[in-house]
Each structure stands twice: as C-alpha cells, then as structure tokens.
C-alpha cells in the first residue's frame, strides 16, 4: 500500500498487524513510526507500550514471544524491530538465526494488541521469498522511496502548512534549489522559516536566500544555474561567498564538473526518451537534481558542454600543476563561459 493510504487507514482506526517500513527514503520512515506512536500510545505510557530489538542482536522468535504476550497496564503496544535483513536479498552477516516460518504463521493469526513494525534498511525487498510474499499478500509492506521532483515540491509546501506558513511567488523554488535535497535538513530549514514568520506568515524568496543555510555543492549549483542564466556577475559574488568560507578553487571546480557531466547525461537520456524518474535511477541523481538538471541543459547544445567540460579539464590540470594562480584561474573561467 501507499504511504497516503496507510496513514488515512490508521487515522481512522484501522491497524495492520505488522508494518514492515523499508526504502532509501530513512527521514519520512523515521516520520511514520513517530506518527504510529503518536496515535497509539500515550506518552506517560511509552515505558510500558513501546519496545525496541534488533534483529542484528535478538532472534525473531524473542520478538514474536513479545507480540504474543499480554500488554501490562495498557491496552495496546507498539513492537519496533530494526534491522529486518532477513527480508531482502543481501547476505546476512548476523550470527543470530531467525525462524522465518514463525512469523508467516503469526500472520496467519496475529494477535489484536500488538503492533510489530519490522525496519529494513534497504532499497527492496526480496519479493521472491515466501516470507515477502505472505506479508504482500496482507498488505504489511511500506515503501518509503525518494520522491519525485513533485512530490518533493508537494512534501515541503505541506510541510510549511502544518507550520502555519506559506510560500509566496517563486519562494518554493528557491528554498528547494538552495535547501537540497536532504528531508531532515529541509525540514530542519522549515522549522527555522516558521519561527522567523510565526504563524499565518508568508516565506518570501528575499527571505529564503537570506535565511536557508547552504552547502557548499548547493552554492556551486547555484552559481551554475546563474551561468545558465547568464548572470555572470551574481555568480562571481556566489564564487567570493565560496572564497570567504575558505572552500579550495580546485574543489569548486571537481563540483562545477560534476554537474556539468550530470547536465550533459540528462541532455543525451532526455533525447534519447527517457523520463526524469528513470534518468535518475540510471545515474544515481535525486530526482529533483535531475529535473533541474534538465531545465539548464536546454540552455546548451552538446559541443558547448563539451567544451565547458573540456575547459574544467584544463583548469584542473593548470591548478594542480602549479601554470595559474587558482583563485585568478576560476574568475577567468567564469568570465569566458558567458561569451
């Protein structure tokens, strides 16, 4: 089932027996079993409702005797069992041995008051293995995967809603392109905007680039999406912004190469008629990276990428082997990529 369902479900008062929350996605994973607890257990009752295992370290069998036994002084509890490898296709290193058919018989009779959320660590499951198929069958599983480009823009304009604020014109994008792509550090980011605008409050552009921290790969892209844009003199204040921190030339250059390739794999797989999604799974790049990466690479034809790629190359060398003082180096390169 989707996340949306799950939760709509649980709203409404109707629980699975076992949740089995796995994906690359760990922040909204993290989110969904706070969100689980919320609803089910009182905080003055968590020592009695709440226990932690991992399966690394403790037998499933030790977990499921736990999920069968009684609640003491509440009505319900939540069992959370980390490190469910056992349901993928890796090789397991833990020395403890799991009786897998135990739990596909719990399934088949699981008990009312016990909540079990088995934690996997991984990008997939195992869909061949009986065990993945019963908890499938029954609708136990729970794919926390890295968002699209929309649904990334989605996540943090509902977030900033539950904060009581809102987006004005071009602020959203913005605080994606200088925010990243990290959930935890976005919604860190938000919650710092929400106390800055306190509630019913508007998060302006201005405010975002005043406001919203930045690493240094977010800076160089930015200074590259205001070389796509022509704006050679913002991106050299964002290159001395970059000097202030102390950031080496020769790393600024290594991440401007690195998203010119990106921008020129994007440019070849667009054209060759493969979606964003997918061009992200081909080259290991957030979604959003790629979708963004897309809208600059229609500023370029392929020999003005090459060059540009060729350039990098150069100054590269040049730096590493003493011909240009670095600094002077970038600042040419920059002013030469606006002809």
Same mark, same amino acid.
């Given at each position: ?147 699209? +480009? ?9 977030? +900033? ?43 302006? +552009? ?131 990529? +606006?002809?």
């Amino acid at each position: 089932m989707d996340y949306r369902s799950i939760v709509k479900e649980i709203e409404q008062g109707k629980l699975m027996p076992v949740y089995v929350c796995y994906g690359p996605e760990v922040f909204r994973r993290r989110e969904f079993i706070r969100f689980m607890l919320g609803k089910l257990v009182e905080p003055e009752h968590e020592e009695f409702a709440v226990t932690r295992y991992d399966l690394n370290e403790t037998p499933l069998d030790v977990v499921l005797d736990d999920s069968e036994t009684v609640p003491f002084l509440v009505p319900k509890k939540v069992i959370i069992a980390e490190n469910a490898q056992f349901l993928t296709g890796a090789k397991e290193n833990s020395k403890v041995e799991h009786r897998l058919e135990r739990l596909i018989e719990y399934l088949k009779n699981p008990v009312d008051y016990t909540v079990l959320i088995l934690v996997v660590d991984a990008e997939k499951l195992d869909e061949r293995k009986k065990l993945v198929k019963a908890l499938k069958e029954r609708k136990c599983l729970l794919a926390f995967q890295t968002l699209t +480009a929309e649904e990334l823009a989605d996540w943090a304009a509902r977030r +900033a809603n539950r904060l009581g604020m809102t987006f004005g014109s071009g602020a959203l994008e913005k605080f994606l392109l200088y925010g990243g792509t990290d959930l935890q550090s976005l919604a860190m980011e938000l919650d710092k905007l929400s106390l800055y605008v306190g509630s019913g409050g508007e998060v302006t +552009a201005d405010l975002v680039e005043q406001m919203v921290a930045r690493t240094t790969e977010q800076n160089v892209f930015i200074l590259i999406d205001e070389l796509v844009k022509m704006n050679t003199g913002k991106a050299l204040e964002i290159l001395q912004d970059l000097y202030k921190q102390k950031e080496e030339p020769i790393k600024i250059v290594a991440l401007m190469a690195r998203q010119y390739r990106l921008i020129a794999q994007v440019k070849e797989l667009v054209q060759t008629g493969y979606s964003h999604q997918q061009i992200a799974g081909a080259v290991g790049a957030h979604p959003y990276a790629v979708k963004l990466a897309a809208e600059q690479a229609r500023k370029y034809d392929v020999n003005r990428l090459n060059r540009i790629l060729s350039r990098l190359a150069d100054l590269d060398y040049q730096m590493k082997s003493g011909q240009i003082d670095k600094s002077f180096g970038l600042e040419l390169l920059l002013l030469n990529m +606006a002809v």
